[in-house]
């Protein structure tokens, strides 16, 4: 009997170790996706500094390459599309891999010639699909159309789900790729569901508080009478929120919605002001991006993360809506 005992535990010992084995050889790679990148250089090349809403995403791959031990150089191109396209041919050979904000979206053909065979990891401006290849060009974001779903959907449940609805809606920067399904997804929703939606007011804020607040004055003038605000983001949203109340508006009646989550956005969701925001996880989308450029820095493929979508082409970080009853856990 004790000889069954001490065989039965000598088995039992082997297999833990065994399974020890297996899960430290799954985790030594920490966030990188089951390849190690340790030594590998990549380049972030960005648009804008100026940009508010670059810092958090470019923190997150800069946090994630340290952890990591990869190399991440960052240069910007100050909204010059020569002078980005010269970067990433300086960086052709140099780097294992690139991360592109693109300036305008529409030259990503140009960005990928430049850099000859260093696979490219696009982020936060889409370029058209037919400029993607899997496992070398690259898109990691959010998907852009669940923004306005969701912002459409909570405003409508917030007013009673009437069967018509008088709306403003201030897109974001002409050219921007997140403008067209953010948008055009609040009108899907509507219609969809068989609502009337009327559009009292369509015009782009430039993602700005302080043109949507002149465009708001400037629509006073027309007298029309509405019953929510929809924005690209939450600055646009802030500058609306700004105008309702010098003018005499209730938040709580004329209901506006915002997109990211912003620290100004989440207070004002958390004070009543705006009915609610969706959340751009842009922690998440720096790891991912991080993520997957190192797997192809690594020559291999995207498609072990999960988030990739079928033909390897995108990398999708869920968005979250925000509103009163979730607000405190996202405010920074």
Known sequence: MKTTIRRMTGLLMIMVLL???????????????????SGKKILLALHDETDTFLPKITDAILAEAQAQGITADVVYAENDVDKQREQIKEAAGKYDAIICRLFDSSTALQMEIAAGDTPIVFINNQPDDSFLKADKYVYVASFEQDAGKYQAEYIWNGLGKPS????????????????????????????????????????????????VYDKMELFKNTHQQFDCIFANNDPMACGAIKWLKENGYDTHKVLVAGIDCTHDGCQAVMDGDMYMTVLQDTAGQGKAALKAAALLASGKSVSEMEETSADGKYIWVPF???DQSNAAQYFE
């Open 19 to 37: 399974m020890a084995t297996f899960v430290g050889c799954g985790s030594s790679t920490g966030g990188s996706g089951g390849v190690n990148a």
């Open 164 to 211: 018509s609805v008088n709306a403003i809606i201030f897109m974001g920067g002409k050219g921007h790729s997140a403008v067209a399904p953010r948008t055009n997804a609040i009108k899907y929703f509507f219609w969809d569901n068989n609502v009337d939606l009327n559009l009292v007011f369509l015009d782009y804020g430039d993602w700005s508080d302080t043109v």
């Open 320 to 322: 979250v809506a925000v």
